[in-house]
């Protein structure tokens, strides 16, 4: 398979089924995920959550294409990523994922506009069309009077913003969101939800966010629960995480 995927006939879906991950740590194999299964249809939001140690973040990182099962097998957008190199990893990476981060990973002393059109400079985007899709994108965000204005400048929920700007600025199908309340202030975080809220309201984006805070979890229609590595709990909201 080549590189230049067509996405556009593959399904907007995440297929997980008997993921294991095992890592070599010094003379043994440590087993981080024990048989995971879920999938997430189209448009859902769904919430991950879990005890530190848990295995959530070694499961964003298979979800994010960054890694690649053990055993057992995860489908993103109906491509099985334990078959795809690197190059067709980092296209699928680029053009059907968005990523949100607890730290915002902004480049501080550049523009709001040119960090959020970053992704389509690594897509070969030329420079006045990616200016003009990043200020799409932060006007999505209600931030487009920040364009030129560089994160070190700005509040922690605008720097938030410009990172989910960032995130959705190649239209993904899917955000995967690692605690992206976990730096802001209470209610700088619900201002954040109902952003991601809106988001998958009118695009239909795909959210997963993984999270502690339970006000956060509430918000999903879903709640999928690691504990050791397995899913302990698959369902509807709960008031207890």
Same mark, same amino acid.
């Given at each position: 398979? *080549?590189? #230049? %995927? @067509? ?7 995440? !297929? ?12 043994? @194999? ?9 999938? /997430? ?15 959530? *973040? ?12 053990? #055993?057992?097998?995860?489908? =993103?957008?109906?491509?099985?990523? &334990?078959? $795809?190199?690197?190059?067709? $990893? #980092? ?22 506009? @040119?960090?959020?059109?970053?992704? =389509? ?5 030329? $420079?006045?069309?990616?200016? !003009? ?8 965000? &209600?931030? &487009?009077?920040?364009? @030129?204005?560089?994160?070190?400048? %700005? *509040? ?5 913003? +410009?990172? /989910?700007?960032?995130? +959705? ?5 899917? %955000? ?15 201002? /954040? /939800?109902? %952003?991601?809220? #809106? ?7 795909? =959210? ?21 590595? !397995? ?11």
């Amino acid at each position: 398979m *080549s590189a #230049a %995927l @067509d996405l556009s006939l593959a399904p907007p879906l995440v !297929q997980v089924d008997g993921l294991e991950r095992r890592f070599r740590v010094g003379e043994e @194999d440590v087993t981080v995920l024990r048989g995971v299964t879920f999938h /997430i249809a189209r448009g859902e939001y769904v919430a991950l959550t879990g005890p530190s140690g848990s295995g959530k *973040s070694t499961l964003m990182y298979q979800l994010g294409c960054l890694d690649t099962p053990s #055993a057992g097998s995860v489908r =993103l957008a109906g491509y099985d990523i &334990s078959t $795809l190199g690197d190059a067709e $990893l #980092a296209t699928l990476r680029n053009r059907f994922i968005g990523f949100v981060f607890q730290s915002f990973n902004l480049l501080p002393r550049t523009s709001a506009v @040119d960090n959020v059109a970053m992704p =389509l400079r690594y897509a070969g985007v030329g $420079l006045r069309e990616r200016r !003009q899709r990043a200020r799409v994108a932060l006007d999505r965000v &209600s931030l &487009s009077h920040r364009a @030129d204005y560089s994160p070190e400048r %700005l *509040s922690g929920g605008e720097r938030q913003r +410009i990172a /989910i700007a960032r995130a +959705i600025v190649t239209n993904p199908e899917l %955000l995967l969101c690692d605690e992206p309340t976990g730096n802001l202030d209470q209610k700088v975080g619900r201002e /954040i /939800i109902d %952003l991601f809220e #809106a988001l998958n309201r009118d695009l239909g984006v795909t =959210l997963v966010i993984v999270t502690h805070d339970p006000a956060v979890a509430r918000r999903t229609r879903r709640v999928i629960r690691i504990v050791d590595g !397995q899913v302990e709990r698959d369902g509807p909201p709960t008031g207890e995480l």
